[in-house]
């Protein structure tokens, strides 16, 4: 069963979160809003846990304001960005629908109906179809809600393909180079690392028997 005090205080850190990562990109309220096509208005009430975004809406807003996306679920960091040539209201409403799509074929998975999914969650049987056909906007707290029902993740819906799935991907690529050892970052950096790399990917990909006829070969060169 959904909790409805526990889904307003998330909602209410997650737009302590929104504004922070806008005060801390120096947008303002009017410029951040039209970029996820959205009035200031709606967007204060975003920020004061008035009412949640959608994870599209996110998506695109911490786009805008080059923020780690996965800080507003899990710890993350990465600061890369892509250029934006979409219109925000278009590519939400499109992000929406596959959403959408989304929910209701990994519910039917689950082998649950509306109704179980529904009352589980706190939800009207009405709200939940709504969500599910793409006629409205699922926010972030009661899609994580609906989600765990189901047994999937946010992360399971992300942008997948454009500029922002893109933009993510680097995001990620750079919190692992990141995370790695001084040493070990410094080598990567380094264009004489190039070949080296390389040479790893290739062998990455090789079949396990590959891989041990060349460390076969390596090991009777260095005897």
């Not at 303002?28 to 096509?37: C, D, H, M, P, Q």
């Not at 009430?45 to 996965?70: C, H, M, Q, T, V």
């Not at 995001?171 to 692992?176: G, K, N, R, S």
């Amino acid at each position: 069963m959904g909790n409805p005090q526990a889904e307003s205080l998330r909602a209410k850190i997650l737009g302590a979160m929104l504004r922070e990562a806008r005060m801390t990109a120096g947008r303002t309220l009017r410029e951040t809003a039209e970029s996820i096509g959205v009035t200031p208005g709606t967007l204060t009430a975003y920020e004061d846990g008035r009412k949640a975004i959608s994870l599209p809406e996110l998506e695109l807003l911490a786009y805008f304001l080059n923020a780690p996306l996965r800080q507003f679920w899990s710890e993350t960091s990465g600061r890369r960005k892509l250029r934006l040539d979409a219109n925000p209201p278009a590519l939400i409403a499109l992000r929406q629908r596959l959403i959408a799509a989304q929910l209701r074929m990994h519910r039917e998975a689950a082998g649950m109906t509306v109704r179980q999914v529904a009352d589980q969650a706190g939800l009207t049987v009405a709200r939940l179809r709504s969500y599910e056909e793409g006629d409205r906007p699922i926010p972030l707290p009661e899609l994580e809600v609906v989600l765990g029902i189901i047994g999937r993740s946010v992360e399971d819906y992300l942008d997948r393909e454009g500029p922002v799935a893109d933009w993510d991907t680097l995001q990620q690529a750079l919190d692992t180079v990141l995370s790695l050892p001084p040493e070990l970052r410094e080598f990567m950096a380094s264009p004489a690392s190039v070949p080296y790399l390389r040479m790893g990917q290739r062998l990455s990909a090789m079949p396990v028997d590959q891989l041990r006829n060349v460390a076969e070969l390596l090991l009777d060169i260095t005897l």
